[in-house]
């Protein structure tokens, strides 16, 4: 048996080690293996089975058959692997709860614009803003099929830096979004019931959201395979009542509606009432042809984003060259279709005034549409959806910190997993952190996260050019059919639209952005000095190895020409010196020979 210290790779006394299934990561590349310092035996007697690189690679499609499990090996925890568990329809309903879970949430758009200028939004900004980050998400998460995601993406094209910045903000946004639905939630109750919301704040809200916040992170802990399978019952209960909405609304629909232009009013107060909402920036709350652009944008902009935190599952998913990509784009047209056809019944079955379309007020349009059992069915599914989002938001978090403590930027802590498989000391801090912020308001953590989360994707699209242009050799099971020189008209779109909404938001959307950053330099520099006087334990590069090499590859017999076809996941490996270096291979031994 070969053993793997936590401090550096034993020598094995065997030719070969066989991994068992529980250890194979079944995506294209079919077998993910670990490498170790070997001890290499005189091979005299022994006939030659090792084949090249690209003879591996051409027949890794072959290479499916289970294997017999003899020797287990223990190997480092960064090739430790989950067994595969998402397969195509609980992949795309992930992503469609990481990224919108239904038309809830999508009020202050109208309230912002109106009816005509909120459905062209929902038509046109998809194009700006979910498209391109969801070719980037598919392109990059297959390639790298790491669970920091964009934070990979970022170290490898700009240095740990930028990648620990990235990661920081990133998580920082996704914990902020994740507070957001417990609190929607008790809108949608509160707006269909009848009841007064200021009966719900205070420590009566953070006592419900709390409690709402802990039972829905032990779902969590209890795996991911139960998050993505409940998914799919969820996504269709939270759907139902739209789907009777639009059967009893439809012949009700007057299409005028869907063209009233927004009330003229230069009294933002008659719409937002909340301070925040309507407070400067550096230039005045602005107005164009009576859409609100501040609170406009920024709905949109968190209605349509989030596709690249799906890039953390990357590695759990059943076939990273099919089953994730394709899930990615099923989850696109799943999240625009379920917002476009709610919104076209809503505004043309009903006639409510702009400003009566606060938050929660679907569940209201619900009750107009159907009665009130239509309203109550549509308050359980913004419920069950909200929760849904919640869930899938807090997987993202949490394998995020997992990656970037596999990659040394965290304590190794961070990776414990549970024995269902889950990121346990992830899922506890993102708990804490939205215990914290769930007594603030939808709008305020709206745009609060945004800002963060802007920045964090800005770096991910500067990441995307930059690795297309001068990584050529890189490696992606899935790669978006332009060509190089064309990745930086596919960024150019969505890089404009965030900063526009920079530009028109408030100074305390600046501060809360510039105490991120400062807290990453902070929490960077605390690292390297914990690192220095052994504080916690760390991941350091050497001991990062790449998880998707061929297991039958003999790295003695590779040349530089053949490792560029290596598969990569950490593409520094690239720049191993494999002649200095004795390396051995776990191999697999098929249930059927391959000839």
Avoid at 232 to 237: D, G, Q, R, S, Y
Avoid at 273 to 295: N, Y
Wanted: charged share 15%; hydrophobic share 45%; proline share 6%.
């Amino acid at each position: 048996m070969c053993h793997f210290p936590d401090d550096t790779y034993a020598e094995a006394n065997a030719d070969e080690v066989l991994l068992s299934p529980d250890d194979m990561h079944d995506e294209a590349d079919i077998i993910t293996s670990a490498t170790a310092l070997h001890e290499i035996h005189d091979e005299s007697d022994a006939p030659d089975t090792s084949t090249t690189v690209g003879e591996t690679l051409a027949n890794c499609d072959e290479l499916r058959s289970p294997v017999h499990p003899t020797v287990t090996p223990e190997i480092h925890p960064r090739n430790t692997r989950s067994t595969s568990s998402l397969k195509l329809w609980p992949l795309a309903v992930l992503v469609f709860y990481n990224v919108s879970g239904g038309p809830f949430g999508i009020e202050p758009s109208i309230r912002a614009a109106g009816n005509f200028y909120a459905i062209l939004g929902f038509l046109v900004f998809p194009l700006v803003w979910a498209v391109p980050e969801a070719l980037v998400a598919a392109e990059l998460g297959s390639a790298f099929q790491d669970p920091s995601a964009g934070v990979a993406w970022v170290e490898e094209a700009f240095g740990e830096n930028m990648g620990g910045l990235c990661g920081c903000l990133g998580w920082v946004s996704g914990a902020t979004d994740n507070a957001i639905y417990p609190s929607l939630f008790l809108e949608y109750v509160t707006s269909v019931v009848g009841w007064d919301k200021e009966d719900f704040r205070g420590w009566t809200s953070f006592m419900l959201t709390s409690a709402i916040t802990i039972l829905l992170a032990f779902l969590n802990f209890t795996g991911l395979e139960i998050v993505g399978n409940a998914s799919l019952i969820v996504c269709f209960i939270a759907m139902s009542p739209f789907v009777f909405m639009t059967i009893i609304g439809a012949p009700r629909i007057v299409p005028s509606r869907w063209f009233q232009l927004p009330e003229q009013s230069d009294n933002v107060d008659e719409l937002f009432d909340d301070s925040f909402q309507i407070s400067a920036g550096p230039l005045p709350l602005l107005s164009l042809a009576g859409i609100q652009i501040r609170p406009y944008l920024n709905n949109l902009f968190w209605s349509l984003n989030s596709f690249d935190g799906v890039a953390s599952f990357a590695a759990e998913t059943t076939c990273v060259r099919t089953t994730y990509p394709k899930g990615i784009f099923l989850g696109l047209v799943l999240s625009i279709i379920c917002y476009i056809v709610p919104l076209l019944v809503a505004l043309g079955a009903t006639d409510y005034k702009q400003s009566e379309w606060v938050d929660g007020h679907l569940g209201a349009v619900a009750v107009d549409i159907g009665g009130h059992w239509l309203g109550v069915w549509t308050i359980f599914a913004a419920g069950i959806s909200n929760l849904a989002v919640f869930e899938a938001e807090l997987s993202a978090d949490s394998f995020q910190l997992m990656g970037m403590a596999e990659r040394g930027y965290l304590p190794k802590i961070f990776q414990k997993r549970s024995r269902y498989g889950t990121p346990t000391i992830g899922i506890i801090l993102g708990t804490l952190v939205i215990i914290v912020f769930s007594c603030a308001n939808f709008g305020q953590l709206l745009e609060l996260l945004n800002a963060n989360y802007a920045i964090a994707v800005l770096l991910e699209y500067a990441a995307f050019v930059k690795l297309r242009l001068c990584h050529k050799d890189l490696q992606r099971p899935y790669r978006i059919p332009i060509p190089d020189w064309a990745a930086f008209l596919l960024a150019l779109p969505p890089t404009v639209g965030i900063l526009a909404i920079f530009l028109v938001s408030n100074w305390y959307v600046y501060l809360f952005s510039i105490g991120a950053v400062l807290f990453s330099l902070v929490l960077h520099k605390l690292g390297a000095a914990s690192k220095q006087r052994g504080w916690f334990t760390y991941e350091t590069k050497s001991e990062t190895i790449p998880y998707n090499l061929s297991p039958t590859i003999d790295l003695s017999k590779v040349d530089e020409t053949e490792s560029n076809l290596l598969p990569v996941s950490n593409p520094r490996m690239k720049d191993y010196d494999y002649k200095n270096e004795e390396l051995a291979v776990i191999q697999v031994q098929e249930e059927n020979k391959i000839t």
